[in-house]
């Protein structure tokens, strides 16, 4: 207690209060800190090329063939027929004027138009394309180590 002044009061009393002294003690903590990179460990090219061939595509297609017949008819009729249609069969009625001690029309003649599909191969060239790739490492980079 070499700087106690005299007259002074004792160390802990302060205007005659009791008073406490607080030491200070830092902590010190050691904290990780993790962090990542990228590294180029390596490289690849790809040639992509396109071949194109010629096939030969042969498929069934459908067409339609006409058949006309012509049927005489000379049937006298009062008025002009209308077309019908019987199954695939189109009737179509031709009529004309003839000249008689009176004025009649006659069914001269029906025309019968018949529907058939005929089966028919079409062969049409194609050109189809593909693609092939060729990969190739680049070997002039090294990995990278874990010591880095």
Do not use: F, W
Not at 1 to 15: C, E, H, I, L, V
Not at 24 to 46: D, F, M, Y
Not at 86 to 102: A, H, K, M, Q, R
Request: charged content about 35%; some cysteine.
């Amino acid at each position: 207690m070499a700087d106690k002044k005299p007259g002074s009061p004792p160390r802990g009393y302060a205007n005659g209060e009791i008073t406490e002294e607080v030491a200070a003690i830092p902590l010190v903590e050691e904290r990780l800190s993790v962090a990542k990179r990228q590294v180029e460990s390596g490289r690849i090219r790809v040639h992509v090329t396109v071949e194109e061939r010629e096939e030969l595509v042969t498929e069934q297609l459908m067409r339609d063939d006409l058949q006309i017949e012509r049927v005489p008819k000379n049937v006298r009729v009062t008025d002009v027929p209308h077309v019908r249609l019987e199954g695939n069969t189109t009737i179509v009625p031709v009529v004309e004027e003839v000249l008689v001690v009176e004025k009649a029309l006659v069914l001269v003649e029906e025309i019968h138009i018949c529907r058939r599909s005929v089966p028919e191969e079409a062969q049409i060239p194609v050109k189809l394309r593909s693609e092939r790739a060729a990969i190739e490492r680049d070997a002039g980079v090294e990995p990278a180590t874990a010591a880095e």
